[in-house]
């Protein structure tokens, strides 16, 4: 059950970044509150705020598990799995 949730750590600090960034930017973003689900966009303050809750659930899931058992391993797969999957993701949209 640890790696697992370490994987999904290191996914939701990767997705924090770029709702972060735009939030604080002032820039829409999508965010699974859009419209279209993923594609269209949501305000800056929605993006600031879906950053914020990624990244505490995701540090508050580093602190729940020792990396000292586990291993950092499975936090940095989740983070390239998620990171690869936005950047084709987001690539399309774009486009």
Same mark, same amino acid.
């Given at each position: ?7 999904l $750590?290191? $996914?939701?600090?990767?997705? #924090? =970044?770029?709702?972060? #960034? @735009?939030?604080?930017?002032g820039?829409?973003?999508? /965010?699974?509150? #859009?419209?279209?689900? &993923?594609?269209?966009? %949501? %305000? ?5 705020? !879906?950053g /914020? $809750? ?5 540090i508050?899931?580093?602190? %729940?598990y020792?990396?000292?058992?586990? &291993?950092? !391993?499975?936090? =940095?797969? &989740? !983070?390239? @799995?998620? &990171? %690869?999957?936005? @950047? !084709? ?7």
């Open positions: 059950m640890g790696y697992v949730v370490l994987f $750590a290191g $996914a939701l600090l990767c997705n #924090a =970044i770029p709702h972060l #960034a @735009a939030g604080l930017r820039e829409p973003f999508p /965010t699974p509150f #859009a419209r279209p689900r &993923g594609v269209g966009h %949501s %305000s800056p303050l929605m993006n600031f705020y !879906w /914020t $809750a990624n990244l505490l659930i995701g508050s899931s580093l602190l %729940s020792s990396l000292h058992d586990y &291993g950092v !391993w499975p936090v =940095i797969g &989740g !983070w390239l @799995a998620l &990171g %690869s999957y936005i @950047a !084709w993701h987001f690539g399309k949209v774009r486009r």
